[in-house]
């Protein structure tokens, strides 16, 4: 790990005043940690977001539930308020990693980091969430640019994450077993904004599939998800699976959380 100077604020403007330089924030820590102890990573300034209470919390009312940056997933996980509102998010907070994992990582570290495998971006997607951020807010559609890369701009502090209440919704996954990480996972929900699917795993970063979506708007059913065939395009290939294999599972993966929500 290389040398870096810690700071701890206790509010969002000593958060914001302390990240100067090469600063990174650092949230629940379980990616950013083990990536400097690796030298994967390279900070000068370490600002810890543990000691802002105003970022942790979540607010439940009649057309959406906010979660606070630093909240950890346990804590999303456990809530009888978010398993009431959107069961499909509590139960993916639920399967995130193991219980360490889920009583240290946030769901705003998690966003900012835009792991191509991560759990939370498929939610944010396949909800249409919308990022509160210390200067702006920002529609999940336009928040995940690429591999680790998001339209955060240097400095900008995660504040909380907004989810609309959907009439129906559920996430399922393929993860990989030792990691607990999606080689392919699936949030499917249907609103009042019609059909959303989004896929975490099979991209450089999380994305939504127009063509379940389509399929889906017309059929919403576990048939019609798995009858789509998912272009090969851009997916990811790896020793875990070739780019055919996890386009294939999109389709398994969408049926399966199809008939989830169904379930309900």
Known sequence: MYAFNYQRPADRAGAAGAYKGEARYLAGGQSLIQAMKLRLSNSDVLVDLGGIADLKGIKVDATSVTIGATTTHATV????????????????????????????GTIGGSVANSDPAACYPSALLGLGATVHTNKRTIAADQFFTGLFQTALQPGELITAVSFPIPQKAAYVKFKQP????????????????????????????????????????KSFTADA????????????????????????????????????????
């Open 178 to 217: 030792a990691s607990r990480f999606a080689l392919v996972g699936v949030f499917v929900s249907q609103g009042a904004g019609g059909v959303r699917v989004a896929v975490t795993g099979a991209k450089g970063c999380a994305f939504r599939c127009a063509e379940l979506e389509a399929a889906l708007g």
């Open 225 to 264: 998800a798995k009858a789509v065939k998912v272009p090969t395009t851009d997916i990811n290939s790896d020793m875990h699976g070739s780019a055919a294999y996890r386009a294939s599972m999109i389709s398994v993966m969408a049926s399966r959380a199809v008939a989830a929500a169904l379930a309900r």
């Open 77 to 104: 996980a456990a809530s009888a308020d978010v398993q009431r509102a959107i069961p499909a998010l509590a139960e993916l907070a639920g399967g995130i990693g193991d219980q360490m994992v889920r009583n240290m």
